[in-house]
């Protein structure tokens, strides 16, 4: 979809007349979903001629009362805001599960959506409801069909959602959530990775309430003024650009370089707050064993096979250890031992996600 420039803010592809102001954010959204559903089976039965899998047993009773409890305490007028708040719980969200299904996945457009059977545990199960409720309830507020802005000429820049950002913060949002709420064992589950590393870095920049109506309602306005007085004029569309063309990893380098330049110091400290340090351990993790080991790490379950292994890489006692730490001591362990036994490869220094613990 291409960019709307030099209209007079008139015409955006799907939205018709907008012109932008802060006082009317929420007018672009969609006041309820297209296709409301009042229960599981409802929304399962529907959903059966997409989604040919759905089931009802015990896992589909255990998503449908996690969802409940993210909806009902997480989902708050403090968390949500007024106007967000008062659209979701007028259409509460419906979980169904599915077989098959990694993750979960928002059904477009209406108030359900998928989730799998086999999560490992409840943090996981909520981590996954609350992203999913993310997902609708940006829906709700447009930001999950539109990303625009005003741009430098006073015209509105309208554009398809920018899905890769999109995702980064509703990783972002939801493992805020879980982190804020729940007394969590290290979480080296995050999902889109560089995607939510580069939304925490714009948390950071913009503050949370900033971000939060960018992401509900998809004007970036907001977001683009704050990113150019601090980081440059230009920054935010230079940025944006790359998530536009799916280039995660310039956008990502691009937002991190100029962070570096402009506020050094508060870059170290961010990259201190244990979200970026969980993700730099599960990247460390998927590059240098398979990606299961973090799982098993994670539960605490122990897999023979996955010990042998960590520990044949690692050195023997190395799962053991590293079973017994967490957050940057469990960063600088593994990364010593992957120096140590010379496991580092180009792959390690041209990885977006660690490339700043390389040079060290
Ligand atoms: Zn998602």
Redesign the pocket.
Known sequence: MGQVRNTKRKVGPDLGVIPIKSDDIWSHGHQKPKVQFKTEKEAGIARKKWWPVITFGEDAIKNRKTSEEVFSNWMTKDFLGKEMYRRFSAAPPIAITGGGVTG?K?LDGTNSFVMAEDFSGEVQRKLCAA??QL?YAAWLGGGFSNTRWVGEDGALVSKKVMIDLH?GL??LFAQKLVRDHEKIPPLYIV??PQETMMAFYLLKLVGEKTLKQAYFSGDFTQVKTVLDKGLGSGSFEKIINFVEEEKTTQALETLRERLAEHFPKKLEKWNQDPLIIDIQINALLVLFVDEWINVDLNTGKKIPAAKQLFDKKLGSGAYAQASSLEGNELLSFLLGRIKERGLITPEFNEHPIIVDLMED
């Open positions: 979960g928002y992203h999913e997902h995702e509703t990783e999902g889109y």
